[in-house]
Structures are given as C-alpha cells and as structure tokens.
C-alpha cells in the first residue's frame, strides 16, 4: 500500500495562556485512511483536532507551537490564508449547528462564498451531489426550503456533513459528530463516513472506542495533553504496546 | 467517619408536621400568584386612566366650534378683481384685497357691536380659503362656516364662563352654531390664539428630528456593537471603553442638552432651534442605548453558529453579516425602538438648544427653526388661556399616537426578521 501523507503534525504544542493542552504532538494523516482520535475527556483530542483547521484562532489565548503542514505546505506561515485552509480543511461539530436557514441554503452557502458555482444550476446540482454524499438526500429532495434546524439531529448532523463537502474539502475533520446523536443515526453517521473515504481524508474524534474501531483505519490514543501511541486500529485496539493505552480501552479509566 | 454515623429516623409523610408545610407551600404560591395579579391590574388601572383622562380632555381638541357667518361680498368693499383669481397672482391678490376688516365687518353687521369678538382672530383665513376655492362667491351674499373665539369654544365644550355661555345659547338659539373637524389643528403650527393652533409644526418637527437621530444613531450604535463584540481585543482599553458606554446611557439628558449647546451650537454654529441639532444631540443621547441592547444581542448568538461559518471558510466579515447580524437583529431593532421612544419623549436637552422657541409656521428643512411634541405640549401646558388645556391633551394623544405607530414598526419588523430555531 503506497502511503501518502495528506496532513503532517511535528512537535505540537498548544497553550491557552500559561497552561499547556498538548504537548509535543507529532501525527501523520493519511490521506485514503480513516485516523480517530480517541482518550479520556480533557485529553486534548478536540483542541488537537482544531489546530489542523486553525479554529483554534478564535480563541484569542490560544497560542499553537510547532509546525502543521497540508501537503507539504505550513498552514501556521504568515503567509497562509486561513479562510482558504478552512474552505479546504472542512469540519464537522459535535453539536449539530445547521445554519437557521433552508436546508438548500445551508448547503449552497459555501460554494457560494468561495464563488465555486458559475450557475444556478450548477449551484443546485453541487447542492444535490452534496446532500447526495452525505446521504441525505432522499429524505430531504422534497423539501430544499425548509429550515434545516427543522430536521431530527441525525439529519441536522448529515446536512453539516453535506455542507461540509459542498466546498469540496480535502480534508473533512470531525469532532465527535455522533456523541450527541441516538444509536440509529449514528449507524447512519458511520455508514456515510465509510463511503466517503478514500475521498477525503478524514479525521473523527471520539470518545467511543467501537466507533473508533468500527471506522477507522489509523488509531490515535491521547492523554493528558500527549500522544501515548499511534498507529494501525487494528494494532491499537488487539496489540497495544503501551500499557495506558490497554488500560484505556479495557475500560480502567476514562 | 462521622457522616455515616449519623442517625436517621425514617420520614412520616403524612404526620402533621409534613401536612403544615404542604399547606404552608400552597399558602405561599396563592400568595405569591395573588401579588403578582395585583401588581398587574395596578399597572394597568394606571394605564387605563392616564389614557382615559387624556381622551376625555383631548378629544374635543380635534374638533372646533365654528359659526356660520353671513358675507355679503359685493358690499364688503373687497379691492378684488374676480378675474385674477383664477391666474398664478391668486395669493398677492387675496392678500392686499383687506378680507380680515371684511369678515370682522360681517361680523358686526350679523351679531352687533361685539360681533367681532365672537369669531376667532383667525376667522378671516377660514373666509380667504371660501373665496380662493370658489372666486364665484365674490358676487353674492353667502353662509361660511369660520372659527369661533376661543372663549365661545371653550363655553360650547362646556368650559366656558357664564356670560359666555349666555352668548353661545343665543348663537344656539339663532342656529349658527355648528361643530367641525379641526382640520387646522393637523395641518398648522403654534399660535397665540388656541382656536387656531395646530400640532402639524410640531409633529414634522419631531419626525425630522427622529430621521436625523436614527439616521445617526442606529448605524454607529450597530457597528460599534459589532466591533466592540467581534473585533476589539478584550484589553484595559476595551474594558474602558464599556464602562464609559454604559455610564454614558445613565447620563441625565439635560446634560446631552448642554453637550449639544455647547459642541454643535458654539463650536460647530449650526443653526440655533434646528430639527437637525435636536436630532444630534438626540442621537447622543441614544447611541449607548443602541451600543448595549445590540452587544447582548450579539452575545446571544449561539458560538456554534461562528463556528459553523467559519469551518466552510467564512471570512469573520462574512460571518458578522450573514450570520451573526441577521440572527441579532431582533435584539437590537428591540433596543433601538426604546432607545428612540425614549428620544421621541425627551424635553430636557431639546430646551437647551433652543427648541421652544414659538414656532408659528412648520419647518421646512432640517435647519429650519422647529420644535417637538413634547417641547410642544410643555410650552401649551405652561399657557394661562383656558383653550390651551385642550389642546395640551390632544398634543398628548397625537404624541402617543406617534409612539404606538413606532412601536408597531418595529414590532412588525422583528417579527419579520426572526428567527425561528
């Protein structure tokens, strides 16, 4: 299997003032794999995660160390556009956090901005592939101008997924998108991220160990703000070599 | 461990004790649901009577006693030609054609010696506006319905002294008194004579000064929000900033008077008694109004949609105006209208930038000399001639008539533009 490295992490660290959430973190993201995140709540997973799309810029005390490349490129250099990272580093939040618009809206909102549509046509079809992908379609085809808070949280959290990938990301990186969801939706969650490796890169936090092993190929352990170990799911979860880490998924602590 | 030695004996749920304090808690929540019912009615009882009283003096204010005077226009000794009339020179020719000795000469001539005491100062216009719309009157004997004196108004209103009200029996007696619309009082300015007075000057006045202060304070006050929420550093400087904004909301109005008497009037000389400078100082005046209500506005704006924005690759531009102001502007059209109902009511400052001036003919522009409805029914409430209690009232009830069509506006416009999650 030939690797190619979509996204590339060396010696992370992240304060938030004086206070360290991770420290000298180095990750590889493959870019036809599926990587999880998983750990104990607090161990720094999601703020990790948001250093690779630089949504940790929002919060003024953040300060991130370190060097974080996007095809060999350093998207922490002056001269990186971080709108442009962002439209190419999709994310996907825990909370489903459809815009109060239409669903159509909600999907056509980013091709829109970034002036990916040369019609309205092709504006529609983007919006129709989109929902498409994230398998949303079917149920909604019908009903483009409803609210899309209208929709139950599975399908809130498919229509983000959908807008997502409407501006066709590279890299889609999601933070726990199921733990607010019932078990239903989350199969569907799962299904979809499925089809849509190999695709797109993509990243998923978790706190749910069969989750992480259901849909991904690349497991990360976290804790305490490092990375204890790395590497294939299957190694992860069968074969730990670090003892934390077996504690961890034996269900001793988290 | 002390805390597991402690012993428990275990709970009598329906002993005395236990029913005292049920019927304890109900006693409290039928109190507490009776105080708030009171409160309530109290309010609205004082509702109900500052409206009812401000109708039952101010109505009449809308209608006037007019009696019905004979003209026999060929024999006033009118120095008019009919003909001109009817061209462009129709005004210079009614105004040297001597019409006011006319019409107080029909007076004498129907109603005696003090005939002309019994019709309004203002009487000769109602007779000019006659002949304008119809020059054919000039060549007969006719009937026009003027303006009664303010003192035979009054006694016809029921107000009036006894001799007066004498006079009116008589003029009932003899059918030439009627009740009109009082046209004049919605299209005229102040006036000496309260027969003649209208709210017309003051109310455009108001308006105008309403247009400058929203024109003024609503776009500062919302980008100040949105920069102070969104952009500015949460520093020493900010901090500052926030603490003056809101002292400056609690600031006594009279103070943004001086503040407008001083810097627009002294330093910049505009216009003294201008709509304009009534709606700057104004517009101070509401500005931390809008700057607040607007930055919790924003502030209730759930993070989640920023993110959401931010995450497809929104620029912190975009997600302020597609996002973040549509879903606040509710809030802050909500704290805007306060802010101006409170400017539409203000006395205080307008009085020190010399807005109660008598001000006899409406204003034309922005820098024409004006006054206000509250200015207004101030100096009316300040007049010793019985006609001006009236009119006080009925200013009242066309300066609440404003406010409820402005907080219709906006309510209507919030409901427009919110959303529902």
Known sequence: MTQHLKMTAHNVNVFYGKKQAISDVSIDIDQDLVTAFIGPSGCGKSTFLRTLNRMNDTVASAKVTGDIRLDGEDIYAPEMDV?????????VFQKPNPFPKSIFENVAYGPRIHGLASSKSHLAGIVEQSLKRAGLWEEVKDRLQDSGTALSGGQQ???????AIAVDPEVILMDEPCSALDPIATAKIEELIHELKGRYAIVIVTHNMQQAARVSQRTAFFHLGTLIEYGATSDIFTNPREERTRDYITGRYG | MNKAQIHRIPTDWRGAAMQRRIRGRYAAERRFRLLGLAAVVLSAGFLVFLLSTMLANGLGGFTRTEIRLPVDFPRAGLTLDPARLAGPGADL??????????????ATAAFGKDGDKL??????????????????LLRRRATIAVPAADAI?????GHGSPAAEA???RLKAAGVLTTGF??????EADSTDPTMVGIWGALKGSIFTMIVTLLLAFPIGVLSALYLEEYAPRNRWTDLIEV??????AVPSIIFGLLGLAVFLNTFHLPRSASIVGGLTLALMTMPVIVIAGRNAIKAVPPSIRDAALAVGASPVQVVFHHVLPLALPGILTGTIIGMARALGETAPLLMIGMRAFIASPPERLTDPATVLPVQIFLWSDQVNRGFVEKTSTAIIVLLVFLLAMNGVAIYLRNRFETRW
Do not use: Y
């Open chain 1, 83 to 91: 709108v442009q990272l962002r439209a190419r580093v999709g994310m």
């Open chain 1, 157 to 163: 959290q498919r229509l983000c997924i959908a807008r």
């Open chain 2, 93 to 106: 020719a009614l105004a040297g054609a001597g019409i006011e000795g006319a019409t107080d000469g029909a």
């Open chain 2, 119 to 136: 019709i309004s100062d203002g009487a000769w216009l109602a007779v000019r506006a006659a002949v304008k719309a119809d020059p054919a």
């Open chain 2, 153 to 157: 108004d009054i006694a016809a209103k």
């Open chain 2, 167 to 169: 006079t009116v029996a």
């Open chain 2, 182 to 187: 009082n046209l004049s009082f919605l299209s």
């Open chain 2, 244 to 249: 003056s904004i809101n002292n400056l909301a």
